[in-house]
């Protein structure tokens, strides 16, 4: 299959928000106002576990954790960044990347599944997604 047959997970597009596209994922903005949080999806289709993956493109699954963790770190105040491919409600492969912070409503526990999602404002979706974007692509005109 061609990487024009991927499809996003209908749950995965339903509770998140396009970022950018780096060369082997989606980048996506949970819409979750309370942990800033992004999802990576690789754009292959098939995948369920990270070791579906061929070697390098793993490799690249990781350089794009970090470089998205980066980008979280410049964006947002966090004192930790939780790191996390669960898959167990979506199969479909995606790593989450979440900036935490001590005292936050889920702290020191897990984001999933702690409590109803809070939404952004449309607005500040929208400007936390150019924000992330801006600092994922700080060459971007």
Not at 70 to 84: E, H, I, R, S, W
Not at 92 to 108: I, K, N, S, Y
Request: glycine share 4%; aromatic share 4%; proline share 9%.
């Amino acid at each position: 299959m061609s990487h024009a047959d991927f499809a996003l997970d209908p749950r995965l597009a339903a509770d998140s928000c396009p970022v950018v596209r780096l060369p082997l994922c989606d980048v996506r903005l949970m819409n979750e106002v309370r942990y800033p949080w992004l999802i990576l999806v690789p754009c292959r289709v098939g995948l369920v576990e990270i070791a579906d993956l061929p070697a390098m493109e793993q490799a690249t699954l990781w350089q794009e954790v970090n470089r998205v963790g980066a980008a979280l770190q410049a964006t947002v105040p966090c004192d930790k960044l939780n790191v996390g491919a669960l898959g167990n409600i979506v199969r479909q492969l995606h790593v989450h990347v979440v900036a935490r912070r001590q005292g936050d409503t889920a702290w020191p526990g897990p984001v999933w599944g702690h409590s109803p999602a809070q939404p952004y404002s449309a607005p500040d979706l929208a400007a936390r997604c150019r924000a992330l974007a801006a600092a994922l692509n700080p060459n971007a005109a």
